[in-house]
Each structure stands twice: as structure tokens, then as C-alpha cells.
């Protein structure tokens, strides 16, 4: 009773080991079919035979006719592999022709750096686009003509009030004699002018236009000629100036001002007449600066508490 399990144990040992030693035989003789001298195995064969791992030796006709087959199936593959570069170039004649073909060449770096720092558009011409004038209503246009009037008005009255304000001097004027010339210089505000005193009949030139001319406005000629109708020197004296810079307003104060100091320069006498109607004085009014954080001189933007 005793030995029977062994005996059991021995025998399903023996039919495990013969399945292990069969079945290799038999997937090989399968897959391979009758292995002939000349038939090489295909290359499926031969690497489904290299993974496998038979469990024990076949033997040795079995083992040199299996390295015989693997010899000849790395011959076939090796065929193969340089076989296939031929029937892909037989199979593909659009892909030599393309590879034929020469490629364009690279534009050089330089032009590419040139046109990007090209920018676009910059070699056309601007246009030019007026903006349409809205069309004035009958109220503005009524409104607009009324404060032309009375700036109009505004300026008559000031320059007949300049005109009327005091009566010339009592005394003659002094004739200035021959050729000689009186030159002074007046200022106002960032206006220079460079006035020319000669004998003559009372032409006023103003950078090569009469005074009317250049100064459109009654009040800013009225201005300029205020020294020599004080004097009464208006008609027997030609004044030439050269007067840059500043506006026109500041522009008529600065010949006025150098009027006044070459009269002085004819007439020493005339300087207290002169200095007591403010003609020799330099007017140092000008235009506040702007501050910073306001919008004009002295304007501050609006404040809102909330």
C-alpha cells in the first residue's frame, strides 16, 4: 500500500516530461514542414524557433540540420534586406524624379534681415484727408458775425482812446539833418525789433511792407506810432525796422519800444515826455508758465469728492 502513491507519483511525472518533449518536435515539424537541402526556412520560422527555448538537447542530426536551416534562413534574409532597395526604387520613379530635381537656394541672411527691417507700407504716400467743415446753423452763423463786429468795434475805440489820450508836445521837433541815422532796439514779450530812424516824409516799413501791411488791425498800428504822434515826429521822419519773434501783439509793442529809444537818441529833451507816457519802459508782462499737475497757469482739473 504503501509504494502504490509512489508508483502513481512516477507515472504522472513520466506524462508530464513526454508532452514537453513532443510538443516542440511538433511545432517545429509544422511550421517547418519537410526540411529539404535546398528549401531554406522563411524568416517567420526562423525567429519563431529562436524565441522558443526547447526545454532539452535534440539531438545531434536534429541539432546539424538545424543549424544548416538557420544558416540558410540568414542567407535568405540577407537577400531580402538588399532586395528591397531595388524594388523600392523600382516602385517608386516620382521619388527620384523629385530627388532629382535641384533645390532652390536659400536667399542669403542678409536680405531677410533687410526686410524685416523694412516696415510695411512705409514707401507709400500718406493721404491727405480734410476734415468736412460741419455747416454752420443760422443761430452760430448770426452769433459768429456778432462777435466779429465787436471785436471790430472793440479795437476802433481803443485805438481812437491811444489817439486821444494826451495832445502831443507843444514843442517843434528836431530836425534830423542829412544822412544821419538813429538806430535802437525794443523788446516785448519774445519779440525783437530793430528800429532805423531817418529825415523823410513819414514812410514806416516793417521788414520790407508797409506798416498797414504787416499790421493788418488798426490798434496794432496804432500802437507801433503812439511814440512819434506824442513827439510830433510822425510826418517828418521814415522808420525802417527788422522785427522777429513773438506774436504780432508783442511784435507792436517791441517797435514801440524801440521807436521810443531812438527818439531819445534824436532829442535827449523828449526822454521825461517819453518816460512819463510809459514808452521807455520794457513791458516784462508775459505768459505764466504751465504748472505741473494743472492744465494751464493756474486752471485745475475739476475735483470730485466721490
Not at 517828418?236 to 521810443?260: K, L, Y
Given at each position: 500500500m504503501a509504494d502504490e502513491p509512489q508508483d502513481q507519483e512516477t507515472s504522472e511525472e513520466q506524462q508530464d516530461e513526454q508532452p514537453q518533449d513532443v510538443a516542440p518536435q511538433d511545432e517545429g515539424s509544422q511550421d517547418a514542414g519537410p526540411v529539404g537541402a535546398g528549401d531554406p526556412p522563411p524568416p517567420a520560422v526562423a525567429e519563431a524557433s529562436s524565441e522558443t527555448v526547447p526545454p532539452t538537447p535534440p539531438p545531434a542530426s536534429e541539432a546539424a540540420e538545424a543549424d544548416a536551416g538557420s544558416s540558410e534562413a540568414a542567407a535568405a534574409a540577407e537577400g531580402a534586406e538588399g532586395s528591397e532597395p531595388a524594388d523600392e526604387s523600382a516602385e517608386s520613379p516620382a521619388a527620384e524624379q523629385e530627388e532629382a530635381e535641384p533645390e532652390p537656394e536659400p536667399e542669403p541672411a542678409a536680405k531677410e534681415e533687410k526686410k524685416k527691417d523694412v516696415i510695411p507700407g512705409a514707401d507709400l504716400e500718406p493721404i491727405a484727408v480734410e476734415p468736412e467743415e460741419r455747416p454752420l446753423?443760422?443761430?452760430?452763423?448770426?452769433?459768429?458775425?456778432?462777435?466779429?463786429?465787436?471785436?471790430?468795434?472793440r479795437e476802433a475805440a481803443l485805438a481812437a482812446t491811444a489817439e486821444e489820450q494826451e495832445p502831443a508836445a507843444s514843442r517843434a521837433p528836431a530836425k534830423i539833418e542829412g544822412d544821419s541815422r538813429y538806430l535802437a532796439t525794443g523788446k516785448r514779450k519774445h519779440a525783437i525789433a530793430r528800429v532805423t530812424l531817418?529825415?523823410?516824409?513819414?514812410?514806416?516799413?516793417?521788414?520790407?511792407?508797409?506798416?498797414?501791411?504787416?499790421?493788418p488791425r488798426p490798434l496794432h498800428q496804432t500802437t507801433a506810432r503812439q511814440p512819434l504822434a506824442s513827439t510830433g515826429y510822425e510826418g517828418s521822419v521814415d522808420v525802417r525796422v527788422r522785427v522777429h519773434g513773438g506774436g504780432i501783439s508783442g511784435?507792436?509793442?517791441?517797435?514801440?519800444?524801440?521807436?521810443?529809444?531812438?527818439?531819445?537818441?534824436?532829442?535827449?529833451?523828449?526822454?521825461?515826455?517819453?518816460?512819463?507816457?510809459?514808452?521807455?519802459?520794457?513791458?516784462?508782462?508775459?505768459?505764466?508758465?504751465?504748472?505741473?499737475?494743472?492744465?494751464?497757469?493756474?486752471?485745475?482739473?475739476?475735483?470730485?469728492?466721490r
Amino acid at each position: 500500500m504503501a509504494d502504490e502513491p509512489q508508483d502513481q507519483e512516477t507515472s504522472e511525472e513520466q506524462q508530464d516530461e513526454q508532452p514537453q518533449d513532443v510538443a516542440p518536435q511538433d511545432e517545429g515539424s509544422q511550421d517547418a514542414g519537410p526540411v529539404g537541402a535546398g528549401d531554406p526556412p522563411p524568416p517567420a520560422v526562423a525567429e519563431a524557433s529562436s524565441e522558443t527555448v526547447p526545454p532539452t538537447p535534440p539531438p545531434a542530426s536534429e541539432a546539424a540540420e538545424a543549424d544548416a536551416g538557420s544558416s540558410e534562413a540568414a542567407a535568405a534574409a540577407e537577400g531580402a534586406e538588399g532586395s528591397e532597395p531595388a524594388d523600392e526604387s523600382a516602385e517608386s520613379p516620382a521619388a527620384e524624379q523629385e530627388e532629382a530635381e535641384p533645390e532652390p537656394e536659400p536667399e542669403p541672411a542678409a536680405k531677410e534681415e533687410k526686410k524685416k527691417d523694412v516696415i510695411p507700407g512705409a514707401d507709400l504716400e500718406p493721404i491727405a484727408v480734410e476734415p468736412e467743415e460741419r455747416p454752420l446753423s443760422a443761430e452760430e452763423r448770426a452769433r459768429k458775425e456778432a462777435e466779429e463786429e465787436e471785436r471790430r468795434e472793440r479795437e476802433a475805440a481803443l485805438a481812437a482812446t491811444a489817439e486821444e489820450q494826451e495832445p502831443a508836445a507843444s514843442r517843434a521837433p528836431a530836425k534830423i539833418e542829412g544822412d544821419s541815422r538813429y538806430l535802437a532796439t525794443g523788446k516785448r514779450k519774445h519779440a525783437i525789433a530793430r528800429v532805423t530812424l531817418l529825415s523823410g516824409s513819414g514812410a514806416f516799413v516793417i521788414n520790407g511792407r508797409p506798416i498797414e501791411e504787416f499790421f493788418p488791425r488798426p490798434l496794432h498800428q496804432t500802437t507801433a506810432r503812439q511814440p512819434l504822434a506824442s513827439t510830433g515826429y510822425e510826418g517828418s521822419v521814415d522808420v525802417r525796422v527788422r522785427v522777429h519773434g513773438g506774436g504780432i501783439s508783442g511784435q507792436a509793442g517791441a517797435v514801440r519800444h524801440g521807436i521810443a529809444r531812438a527818439l531819445t537818441e534824436v532829442d535827449p529833451e523828449l526822454r521825461g515826455e517819453l518816460k512819463r507816457r510809459g514808452f521807455l519802459t520794457r513791458d516784462a508782462r508775459a505768459k505764466e508758465r504751465r504748472k505741473a499737475g494743472l492744465k494751464k497757469a493756474r486752471k485745475r482739473p475739476q475735483f470730485s469728492k466721490r
